[in-house]
């Protein structure tokens, strides 16, 4: 894996390519995306490289040209052009990184803003001489790093093994019967021989992975349907964009204490805790991993059980960054994937967060004016400022008030050690007594109604 030890942090340069149908902006918006992927793992990037093709080089992914002016940029040659398209602060951090020492490299890294073919990262890899990882591979580094719980370890390993595995294969018979060594970074295999025997064991661990994720699944659901049991159903998940702002507003809602980082797939596990201030009826809250454009596919399905909270969840509050000028296409790329897990039918609470960073105010109220007349019912609001947390709390509260039932239950004098239970679970609306026991009028959860309803209802 990438060493974390040096205390240097690691320079990449990020290459793309531009197929036709890709707008400038899209180009742009999926370029920032990766630098800010490359900052999460802790990378400097100092260069950029983008070239229009018709398509990607089958051998090397870009075309020889700009193989060879990336070629000369890590290696310091004096090259008569210089990076296209690089960032303003490219300059300088060559410049610091590369010094007089022609000897000394500029790079440590390519990041290729696609998923390539273990080939073509072979030949890029050997072409320019520093290590390539591609989108999914920087992906899968940040989701193994991030990982902490044994579910989540256990997933991101099986995604992590379902990538490389082909790849083994790949380098095994691209380094011919030697089995060239190569450099140990990227996992794709420290210069082990890669025989029949690795695959096997590649097999193995991730089926012996599966299973205990299978028990953990187990033991997870039970206590789950458990806590729903004691808890009434009210559930609101919060999901979207990856760095949108859930933990914060999770944090916010429940007084918990979430991971917030400015970081991408900060948060790999789902939490769960009850809104605070209580409530009735009192809602569970959970907050969920980040969705990201071309999520690669092992880890949509390795993840689908933290996002089965979602599903599970009578409301999810779809939390978008309303000051990245990219808000529009995270927010189809979230309902996307909501959509492919099966969570279309669950109804929407659109939160448009940090609004504080849309400009001044002039025009974050003109921003939110524009928000509330194309997504009618949303919310538009900063994690930043309390009153915005109340208005959100309370429409939260409002949308599982809206399924309240009301009933009239007798608690005879002799059962009165369950007024607590009556008390926490539904709103007390008028109570009278006789010389039997007590009359309670309540509102509560339909569940949770009607279980009382079967001890109290006369
Ligand atoms: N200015 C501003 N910053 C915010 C607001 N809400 C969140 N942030 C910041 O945005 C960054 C990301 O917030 P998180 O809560 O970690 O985002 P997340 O959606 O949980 O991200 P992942 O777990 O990576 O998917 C943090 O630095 C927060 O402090 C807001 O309303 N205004
Ligand atoms: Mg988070």
Same mark, same amino acid.
């Given at each position: 894996?990438?060493?974390?030890?040096?205390?240097?942090?690691?320079?990449?340069?990020?290459?793309?390519?531009?197929?036709?149908?890709?707008?400038? %902006?899209?180009?742009?918006?999926?370029?920032?995306?990766?630098? !800010?992927?490359?900052?999460?793992l802790g990378f400097e990037v100092v260069a950029t490289f983008t070239q229009k093709r018709a398509g990607f080089d089958p051998g090397a992914y870009l075309g020889q040209g700009k193989r060879?002016?990336?070629?000369?940029?890590?290696?310091?040659?004096?090259?008569?052009?210089?990076?296209?398209?690089?960032?303003?602060?490219?300059?300088?951090?060559?410049?610091?990184?590369?010094?007089?020492?022609?000897?000394?490299?500029?790079?440590?890294?390519?990041?290729?803003?696609?998923?390539?073919?273990?080939? #073509?990262?072979?030949? +890029? &890899?050997?072409?320019?001489?520093?290590?390539?990882?591609?989108?999914?591979?920087? $992906?899968?580094?940040?989701?193994?790093?991030? %990982?902490?719980?044994? %579910?989540?370890?256990? #997933?991101?390993?099986?995604?992590?093994?379902?990538?490389?595995?082909?790849?083994?294969?790949?380098?095994?018979?691209?380094?011919?019967?030697?089995?060239?060594?190569?450099?140990?970074?990227? /996992?794709?295999?420290?210069?082990?021989?890669?025989? *029949?025997?690795?695959?096997?064991?590649?097999?193995?661990?991730?089926?012996?992975?599966?299973? *205990?994720?299978?028990?953990?699944?187990?033991?997870?659901?039970?206590?789950?349907?458990?806590?729903? *049991?004691?808890?009434?159903?009210?559930?609101?998940?919060?999901?979207?964009?990856? =760095?949108?702002?859930?933990?914060?507003?999770?944090?916010?809602?429940?007084?918990?204490?979430? +991971?917030?980082?400015?970081?991408?797939?900060?948060?790999?596990?789902?939490?769960?805790?009850?809104?605070?201030?209580?409530?009735?009826?009192?809602?569970?809250?959970?907050?969920?991993?980040?969705?990201?454009? @071309?999520?690669?596919?092992?880890?949509?399905?390795?993840?689908?059980?933290?996002?089965?909270?979602?599903?599970?969840?009578?409301?999810?509050?779809?939390?978008?960054?309303?000051?990245?000028? /990219?808000?529009?296409?995270?927010?189809?790329?979230?309902?996307?994937?909501?959509?492919?897990?099966?969570?279309?039918?669950?109804?929407?609470?659109?939160?448009? @967060?940090?609004?504080?960073?849309? /400009?001044? &105010?002039?025009?974050?109220?003109?921003?939110?004016?524009?928000?509330?007349?194309?997504?009618?019912?949303?919310?538009?609001?900063?994690?930043?400022?309390?009153?915005?947390?109340?208005?959100?709390? &309370?429409? $939260?509260?409002?949308?599982?008030? !809206? =399924?309240?039932?009301?009933?009239?239950?007798?608690?005879?004098?002799?059962?009165?050690? %369950?007024?607590?239970?009556?008390?926490?679970?539904?709103?007390?609306?008028?109570?009278?007594?006789? =010389?039997? /026991?007590?009359?309670?009028?309540?509102?509560?959860?339909?569940?949770?109604?009607?279980?009382?309803?079967? !001890?109290? @209802?006369?």
């Open positions: 894996m990438m060493q974390e030890t040096n205390q240097k942090p690691l320079r990449a340069i990020i290459a793309a390519v531009q197929i036709p149908g890709v707008t400038d %902006a899209e180009l742009d918006a999926s370029l920032t995306e990766l630098r !800010q992927l490359a900052k999460t060879e002016e990336m070629r000369s940029f890590v290696r310091n040659e004096p090259a008569a052009d210089h990076p296209q398209d690089a960032p303003p602060e490219n300059h300088d951090a060559a410049d610091a990184a590369g010094g007089q020492g022609a000897s000394q490299d500029r790079a440590d890294v390519i990041l290729v803003d696609h998923e390539i073919s273990p080939s #073509q990262a072979y030949n +890029l &890899e050997r072409e320019i001489g520093c290590e390539v990882m591609d989108r999914t591979m920087v $992906i899968l580094e940040i989701f193994h790093r991030h %990982a902490r719980s044994r %579910a989540a370890r256990a #997933q991101v390993e099986i995604a992590r093994l379902g990538y490389m595995a082909p790849r083994l294969r790949e380098a095994a018979k691209l380094a011919g019967p030697q089995g060239r060594q190569r450099s140990g970074t990227g /996992g794709r295999g420290a210069g082990e021989s890669h025989t *029949e025997l690795d695959r096997r064991k590649v097999r193995d661990r991730i089926a012996e992975l599966q299973k *205990e994720l299978d028990a953990m699944d187990l033991e997870r659901r039970t206590q789950r349907a458990r806590r729903q *049991e004691r808890q009434g159903l009210a559930r609101v998940a919060l999901v979207g964009y990856t =760095n949108a702002g859930k933990s914060t507003l999770m944090r916010a809602l429940t007084g918990s204490e979430a +991971l917030v980082a400015d970081k991408l797939f900060a948060t790999l596990d789902t939490t769960v805790r009850a809104l605070y201030p209580e409530s009735v009826p009192r809602v569970i809250v959970s907050d969920t991993v980040g969705f990201i454009k @071309n999520l690669p596919h092992a880890l949509v399905a390795s993840f689908k059980s933290t996002l089965d909270e979602a599903l599970e969840a009578s409301l999810l509050a779809h939390v978008v960054d309303a000051s990245d000028p /990219g808000f529009e296409r995270q927010l189809a790329v979230t309902e996307a994937v909501l959509d492919e897990i099966g969570a279309k039918e669950v109804p929407r609470l659109l939160v448009f @967060n940090k609004i504080d960073r849309a /400009g001044d &105010e002039a025009n974050q109220r003109e921003r939110e004016a524009a928000l509330r007349a194309q997504y009618p019912g949303c919310i538009v609001m900063s994690a930043r400022r309390d009153g915005d947390i109340v208005r959100l709390h &309370e429409a $939260i509260v409002a949308f599982f008030r !809206q =399924n309240l039932i009301e009933a009239e239950l007798f608690l005879p004098w002799s059962a009165q050690k %369950a007024r607590g239970e009556i008390f926490s679970t539904c709103e007390v609306l008028e109570e009278r007594a006789d =010389n039997d /026991g007590a009359f309670l009028r309540v509102r509560g959860e339909p569940a949770a109604v009607a279980r009382l309803r079967e !001890q109290f @209802n006369r």
